[in-house]
């Protein structure tokens, strides 16, 4: 189970984390990522961390100004968000999945389990 956390009404060029912590499973196992979804848009990748090596890909959209992280003590993973830009609005979800094959991991249908969502809105 994910919760994810942090979302909330920012304006542009603002930072704001947003938070995932999983329950049940060996957290350090799985890649993590975070997916986003824009009112009448399909989700898209934004960024995973795998889980045996910690390293992490991102969409160019948000490439140097997101960054995600994880804390396996806490089963916990992390994204920094900052230079908020209006279109980085949307729901933001974290996903768990247990594979770690590069081509399947920036895909939405390679991750198992889904947080419920945190809002992300960004005003010009």
């Known amino acids: 189970q994910l919760q994810a956390s942090g979302g909330g009404l920012v304006q542009a060029g603002d930072s704001l984390r947003l938070s995932c912590t999983a329950s049940?499973?060996?957290?350090?196992?799985?890649?993590m990522g975070w997916f986003r979804q824009a009112p009448g848009q399909e989700r898209e990748f934004v960024t995973t961390?795998?889980?045996?090596?910690?390293?992490?890909y991102y969409a160019d959209s948000v490439k140097g100004r997101f960054t995600i992280s994880r804390d396996n003590a806490k089963n916990t993973i992390y994204l920094q968000m900052n230079s908020l830009k209006p279109e980085d609005t949307a729901v933001y979800y974290c996903?768990?999945?247990?594979?770690?094959?590069?081509?399947?991991?920036?895909?939405?249908?390679?991750?198992?389990?889904w947080g419920q969502g945190t809002l992300v809105t960004v005003s010009s």
């Open positions: 961390i795998r889980g045996s090596s910690n390293i992490e």
């Open positions: 049940g499973g060996t957290f350090s196992r799985y890649t």
């Open positions: 996903a768990a999945t247990s594979t770690a094959i590069l081509s399947t991991i920036r895909k939405s249908t390679a991750y198992n389990y």
